[in-house]
């Protein structure tokens, strides 16, 4: 069945080291969210892109976050340099045109020590 | 301020009994509205969507809005111990699919 991918699941990096995330949306489904989840701060919208086009960045810190969409069925969030703060789950969401219905991926838990 | 706010929770709920969640939002111009269970560990997943004020059932779940008082709920009938999970409330905020969600309701179901 159709499902968002993302990789890798797990990571555990070092603070200073650069983090790459992908995410495989569904087949067909032309807007692509990042989210990040934390305890304290919940869900939180990174950026958005709508037919490979990013739509709002205004969530990530920008001199550290970088957010593309290199083709429809690859999008990729990378951190460089990598902070103990940033210790979160990342998730990727994807929704089909003319829907609002989001599916998520599995996430991919980041820890940076 | 946040934009969707829920109570957090833990709500706890006997098994077979209804359980009764609330969410509010600061922006008078949102039109769609969704619900989300996310089990520990594991992603969100859509449960419920509404647009129109009233009610809206599906199965054992029932979404309420009422958009005069900026209010929607969502009641869990006949719980189950399978319905143990946080619950997001989310809002749309553009005609893009950008949404606000809420910081979720934990929801525990005793047998």
């Known amino acids: 069945d159709a499902r968002v991918t993302q990789t890798p699941r797990h990571k555990v990096t070092e603070m200073g080291q650069e983090v790459t995330m992908r995410c495989q949306p569904i087949l067909g489904h032309n807007t692509v969210f990042w989210y990040r989840q934390t305890m304290m701060q919940g869900l939180e919208l990174l950026a958005y892109?709508?037919?490979?086009?990013?739509?709002?960045d205004s969530g990530m810190p920008k001199d550290r976050f970088s957010a593309e969409m290199p083709d429809a069925t690859l999008a990729t969030l990378k951190i460089q340099p990598s902070e103990p703060r940033d210790s979160a789950v990342y998730f990727c969401?994807?929704?089909?045109?003319?829907?609002?219905?989001?599916?998520f991926g599995p996430g991919t838990r980041l820890t940076v020590t | 301020q946040k934009e969707v706010e829920q109570n957090s929770g833990p709500l706890s709920v006997p098994e077979g009994a209804i359980a009764s969640l609330n969410c509010t939002y600061s922006?008078?111009?949102?039109?769609?509205f969704f619900w989300y269970r996310q089990y520990s560990g594991k992603s969100p997943e859509l449960i419920m969507s509404i647009y129109s004020n009233g009610d809206k059932e599906d199965g054992r779940f029932t979404a309420q809005l009422n958009k005069a008082s900026q209010y929607v709920s969502l009641l869990i009938r006949d719980s189950q111990p399978s319905d143990s999970a946080t619950y997001l409330c989310a809002v749309l905020t553009d005609s893009w699919g950008k949404f606000q969600f809420g910081a979720g309701t934990q929801v525990v179901v005793t047998p």
């Open positions: 892109f709508r037919n490979r086009a990013p739509l709002d």
């Open positions: 922006d008078r111009v949102s039109q769609s």
């Open positions: 969401a994807s929704i089909a045109a003319n829907s609002y219905e989001q599916y």
